[in-house]
Structures are given as C-alpha cells and as structure tokens.
C-alpha cells in the first residue's frame, strides 16, 4: 500500500502539537480556557444521539401499510422499552413486532407502514487524553489543548482515540509481535512491535485489555482472521470508491506506520518510540484517503521547551535530505536524496517522470518517482 503525504513528515521530534476533542453534540465543558490538565481527568460531558430505526411492521405482521398502523400498540411520543410490543396482530396466526432499542416512538406511516423508533440519546464523558493547557472552547463542544510534543504519523489505523503508557516489545524494527510477548504487564498499555503481529497476538492482547498498538504493517490474511472476515478485506479498490475502512469496529486501536503486508517499521520512527519506552502517549485514531486527508497520528508529550513550535516543519524534498521510501519494493527503507533533476527521467519501468535518485544505507541507488519519496529531515 502506498501512501502520498501531505508534506509533513511522518516524524516530528518537537512541536506545539494541538489535539481538539470533541463532543458529538453541544454540552457541558468542564474546564476553563487556560487550565492545565492530565490525561484521564474529565473535561467535558454531553449525549449521543443515535440514527432512528425504521422497520416494516406492515411486512413483519402480513397486514396491509393501513391495517398494520392500526394494530400499533405502543402510544406515539411515548418511551418505549427494548423488547416491548410495538405492534400485533391478533387472531389464531397472532404475531408481535418488538422494540430492538430503549427508544421513543415517534411516528407510524399509515401509507407504507414503517415505524420510526429513535432510541435513547447515549451519555458521554470526554477526557482529555494528554497532559497540557486547554486553549480554547468552542461552542461548548470542541476543547483545544496545546502540549510541547513529538508526534508520529502512521498511513492507516483500526479502532477509536486511546491513550496509555508505551511497552516496547521488540528490539528490532524487523521483528514482528508474537503471543508469547503480551503477558498480564501489557495491561493498558500501547505496545510498539516491529514488522507485525499475528491475529492470535492480537486475540491475547484483548485478553490483557492492551489498549492500543503500534507495529510497522500487517498481513491482510491476519486481519481476516481477527476481525472473522469470511471474504478478504472489505476495502474496494478503484478510481473512484477506494477509501480505507476504518469505521471497523475493533476492540482496541492498531496503528500502521507502512500499511498492509509484511514490512518493517521505519528505523527512524522505531527509534523514536524505543527511546520514549514507558511514556504516556495519545493516539489519534482517523484515517481518510479522501478530503479532508488524514492520518493517524501518535502525539508523545514532552516537557515544556522554548525550542517547540506550533506548525511542524514542512521540510522541502532536496539534495541531500533524509527520506523514507514508500514504493512497494524499498517500503519504510531509509536513504539520502543524491540528485533532484529538473527533467522527467526514465524509469526501470519505462515511465518517464518527475524522479529522485536516493542514496540508500546498503550503497546501492535507487531511481524513484517523488510521489514515492517522503521527506524525514
């Protein structure tokens, strides 16, 4: 899987980084513009409200749309239990249609026989995830906190925000995350793997209630077997429907610093999550192929500094620059831009292109499209 950035780099070792949390909804802020706060301390509280369900009483009874609202036994406006009789039809055949959720119902069309049941709003406390100073509120549902930070970029992730302690697992960015290495100290923890991890890794992190998960990649066939997909992985690939399905549901997060296979985790991004091992961390959780784009990010709080600024550099692709490689061959391979030409360039493949020639550690260099070089430093 190949990644294009948006021109930050995939690793920052000290910024002003700015984490907004957010309610679903407006609600009640607890702090105050200005006030310092930890990561588990509540900032704000609100509701959830829910998608109504819609389902067909007319068809579920075998009544005509008129009839079936007819035989609608729960008062309209009025809450409603899960598993309480909306609607039943009496007789020999008798048959019932119950509620699904705790819920209100709000309306019965006559003329097609739909019900709408609008469940309970779900209440919602927010905390802060990171260490820092709230600088700003926004209509009661937005908290902006500022943190002296070293932030990471992944290309993709699974599951929602969390936040946790570090565990490095593996010495090598090349050794992937086996069971045998989670074990009852990997309780809340965000642990950091090299190359990979195995479903049955994954299954006995959930077992030690691991919060989240930084490894390099991971084979698609593992995550299948995770997530008991009887299909490959339910992203399509096209033109114009290829997006990343993060809107799976996952019982902790996972995040990928190259994507789906079997590559190592970049040295550079490795070494900086070996050296910040037993730290608290934050992990936002998103992905989006499409506007706006977005990666998940690994914020890293670190101790106030006058050398940190807000935006984090933007470092331009040129002779000499440290870069990650992101074409499927070198994927997360290390190496220093030996000449930029102004010219397209012939490719191995043929293609002639916008090209870089990067240096790599072996000594061996490499011709590559820029799209497919990513600036570290």
Not at 80 to 87: L, N, R, S, T
Not at 128 to 147: L, P, W, Y
Not at 308 to 317: A, D, G, K, Q, V
């Amino acid at each position: 899987m190949l990644y294009v950035p948006d021109g930050v780099p995939p690793l920052v070792k000290s910024t002003l980084a700015r984490l907004e949390r957010t309610l679903p909804q407006p609600g009640e802020v607890l702090v105050r513009q200005g006030g310092r706060v930890e990561p588990d301390d509540v900032i704000a509280r609100g509701f959830s409200l829910n998608a109504p369900y819609i389902f067909n009483v007319a068809h579920a009874l075998g009544l005509p749309p008129a009839q079936a609202a007819k035989a609608v036994a729960a008062p309209i406006g009025q809450p409603i239990k899960a598993g309480a009789v909306v609607a039943r039809r009496r007789g020999l055949a008798g048959r019932r249609v119950l509620s699904p959720v705790n819920g209100t119902l709000r309306a019965v069309d006559a003329a097609t026989g739909y019900v709408f049941i609008v469940p309970e709003p779900q209440q919602i406390t927010l905390t802060a995830g990171i260490r820092g100073i709230v600088m700003e509120i926004i209509n009661n549902q937005r908290i902006v906190i500022e943190t002296p930070a070293a932030q990471l970029y992944g290309v993709g992730s699974f599951g929602s925000d969390c936040n946790g302690v570090t565990r490095l697992l593996t010495l090598d960015p090349t050794e992937p995350i086996t069971e045998t290495m989670i074990d009852a100290q990997s309780m809340y923890a965000v642990i950091i793997g090299g190359s990979g991890i195995s479903a049955a890794a994954l299954r006995k992190a959930v077992e030690h209630q691991v919060r989240g998960i930084i490894i390099g990649s991971i084979a698609e066939s593992e995550l299948r077997a995770f997530f008991q997909w009887a299909k490959r992985v339910p992203w399509p690939i096209g033109a114009r429907n290829w997006q990343w399905s993060g809107n799976i549901t996952s019982p902790l997060t996972i995040v990928l610093t190259e994507g789906i296979g079997t590559a190592p985790m970049s040295g550079s991004l490795f070494e900086l999550l070996a050296n910040n091992d037993r730290r608290e961390v934050f992990i936002e959780s998103s992905t989006s192929l499409r506007q706006p784009h977005r990666r998940p990010r690994v914020i890293i709080p670190l101790s106030r500094s006058s050398t940190t600024s807000l935006e984090p550099p933007r470092p331009p692709l040129r002779i000499g620059a440290l870069v990650r490689l992101l074409d499927h061959e070198h994927l997360g391979q290390i190496g220093h831009v030996r000449s930029l030409p102004a010219l397209p360039q012939r490719l191995p493949s043929g293609v002639r292109t916008a090209a870089a020639e990067v240096l790599l550690s072996s000594g061996e260099a490499v011709w590559l499209p820029r799209s497919c070089v990513e600036v570290i430093a």
